[in-house]
């Protein structure tokens, strides 16, 4: 009978180790698995993230060259604006206008 328990107790140590390895791939395989996962999910964000960064530097291109069109635009306005100004003539000053007084009435002198 001890022989027996020996052999039992064995059996169960050996069978207990080989579930520990087991479990223990087990485990490494899912941390792999989920890593790869994380992995590819960065992969995804890195892209859009490089298809924002084009579409804004695309963006940032676009309006740069519509600030030197409107730039040159208001040069050229500004010009313009200079030469309708010494076309035109200049104005009068305001002239100190003669004060219109009434004479006073002869009938108020009589009195």
């Known amino acids: 009978m001890r022989y027996m328990k020996l052999e039992e107790q064995n059996f169960r140590r050996e069978r207990m180790r080989k579930n520990g390895l087991v479990n223990l791939l087990l485990v490494a395989m899912l941390g792999l698995a989920m890593t790869g996962c994380q992995?590819?999910?960065?992969?995804?964000e890195n892209d859009q993230l490089k298809t924002q960064v084009a579409e804004l530097q695309k963006e940032?291109?676009?309006?740069?060259?519509?600030?030197?069109?409107?730039?040159k635009e208001n040069s050229a306005l500004s010009s313009e604006n200079e030469k309708l100004k010494a076309k035109t003539p200049p104005k009068k000053s305001k002239s100190t206008k003669s004060k219109h007084r009434k004479h006073k009435s002869t009938a108020s002198n009589s009195n």
């Not at 992995?39 to 995804?44: E, G, L, M, P, V």
């Open 60 to 71: 940032n291109t676009d309006l740069s060259t519509r600030v030197d069109a409107l730039a």
């Open 39 to 44: 992995d590819t999910k960065a992969r995804q």
